[in-house]
């Protein structure tokens, strides 16, 4: 997960350069400022609101090893 997340935000690093060079500074800001609440708004539309806890897929046997002599 923690590599899923540094992935989206230092890649996007890259095009939200290009745009502020394009753009300029006040309209990137504008859409930053605009678009920051959508975040939350999104995972409150999800299926992760209704989640509750985790699906059991089954017990895993695990086998048995006997100590090395």
């Given amino acids: 997960m923690n590599a899923a997340a ?13 745009t502020g060079e394009s753009l300029g500074l ?7 400022i605009l ?4 975040g939350p708004v999104a995972l409150w539309l999800s299926p992760i609101r209704h989640g509750r806890r ?5 017990e ?5 090893t006997r100590p090395r002599s």
């Fill in 54 to 58: 985790l699906p059991i897929t089954g």
């Fill in 60 to 64: 895993v046997e695990m086998p048995v």
């Fill in 35 to 38: 678009g920051r609440p959508l």
């Fill in 6 to 18: 540094r992935w989206l935000t230092f890649g996007l690093l890259p095009v939200g350069a290009l």
């Fill in 26 to 32: 006040r309209p990137v800001l504008a859409v930053t």
